[in-house]
């Protein structure tokens, strides 16, 4: 299995563009989850779906961020508009089932916004 | 507020010592894991132990649970340069969701 697949790895756009980050979860795994790091504030889970269905999107920062989920195999989070305080790294994550199990994580897209 | 918080934040020891790393947290858990992530990269699952076990081992790695104290540790036995990393634990008990902790950064020297 080629593992969680995200992209880009790297994005570097101005402050006010659209960005859309792109994760390939692993087959046959049901949940999905978009996290935020910095050095600031850690790890932060912003949204997460279960059965392509968004469960939980008490982490999304603000209006600005959304995220969908079409089908099992494709996810995206896109900031419209992207403002500097955005630039972090952005992890995708899968797992069998919700918290009960490892989640396994893509690469990660650094997104730098001047 | 962090419901797993590492201790200590760095760590720095020879190659062949062993590491210990720290975890508290604040409320009753489903399981607790560990992960590793290496300088730009995703974070890795290491072990998952859940609130009935005391004590698990994978390879090198030592995984102990103390659900009276709220407290796990941790342990790399041997250590080699290639675990030079950031270890995270993370909790499943607020609002079900997988809380990290900032995480300890270790160095292991040559």
């Known amino acids: 299995d080629a593992g969680v697949i995200q992209s880009p790895r790297h994005e570097v756009t101005e402050m006010g563009q659209e960005v859309t980050l792109r994760c390939k979860p692993i087959s046959g795994h049901n949940s999905l989850f978009w996290y935020r790091q910095t050095m600031m504030r850690g790890l932060e889970l912003l949204i997460y779906f279960n059965n392509n269905v968004p469960i939980d999107d008490s982490g999304m920062p603000e209006d600005r961020f959304s995220a969908k989920m079409p089908n099992a195999s494709f996810s995206t989070l896109k900031i419209q508009p992207s403002e500097p305080r955005d630039s972090a790294v952005y992890f995708c994550?899968?797992?069998?089932?919700?918290?009960?199990?490892?989640?396994?994580f893509g690469p990660g897209t650094r997104l730098t916004v001047t | 507020s962090q419901q797993g918080e590492e201790d200590p934040q760095a760590l720095s020891i020879q190659e062949g010592e062993n590491a210990t790393m720290n975890c508290s947290y604040k409320?009753?858990?489903?399981?607790l894991q560990w992960y590793r992530q290496n300088s730009g990269r995703g974070l890795v699952h290491l072990i998952l132990i859940r609130s009935n076990e005391r004590e698990k081992h994978s390879g090198r790695l030592r995984v102990t649970l103390d659900t009276s104290k709220k407290s796990s540790s941790l342990l790399i036995t041997a250590s080699r340069a290639a675990d030079t990393a950031s270890y995270f634990c993370?909790?499943?008990?607020?609002?079900?969701?997988?809380?990290f902790g900032q995480g300890t950064r270790l160095t292991i020297n040559p």
């Open positions: 409320t009753s858990i489903n399981n």
């Open positions: 993370a909790t499943d008990a607020e609002s079900q969701k997988l809380v």
């Open positions: 994550a899968s797992s069998l089932q919700r918290f009960r199990y490892e989640q396994y």
